[in-house]
């Protein structure tokens, strides 16, 4: 991965759980400290039980960035509903450049280490962009 920035096993057991038994509504990543060594690890889960988006914003720092996951549904178009894995970067305008750039350059290398699945990628700098309305708006593009 870029920076040297990997997932722990458990990082990619997650997410491979939240995309095959399909029970959580999001996942979030974020880069910490494992052993001495920056990793990427699980900081938040969401059930699909219950799930609010307002819940997931609300979790997420304002200063900090994170890896979302989410399990999105809508209608597309036709009138179909679809589910989607959206990958979302999350680096709000007022975290410090050097944490950014850690998070930007460790996204895409991520999104390649859990395998594939993704429908579609994100990069968002504040909690009103993720928003229901908003990402609907991207998926429909």
Known sequence: ?????????????????????????????????????????CDKEFPKDGFKQD?????????EGRFVYLDFDYENDDGIKVYKII????????????KKMMYSTTYGSLNAALGGGIASE????????????????????
Request: charge should be positive; glycine fraction near 4%; aromatic fraction near 4%.
């Open 1 to 41: 991965m870029n920076a040297g920035i990997n997932p722990t096993d458990d990082c990619l057991a997650k997410f491979n759980e939240f995309k095959m038994k399909k029970k959580l509504a999001a996942v979030v990543f974020k880069i910490d400290k494992v052993n001495g060594v920056e990793s990427v690890v």
């Open 55 to 63: 819940d997931l914003i609300a979790a997420l720092p304002t200063d």
């Open 87 to 98: 990958a979302i970067l999350y680096a709000p305008i007022t975290a410090k450049a050097s």
């Open 122 to 141: 994100m990069q968002v700098d504040g909690p009103s962009e993720l928003t229901r309305e908003h990402i609907l708006k991207h998926m429909k593009k």
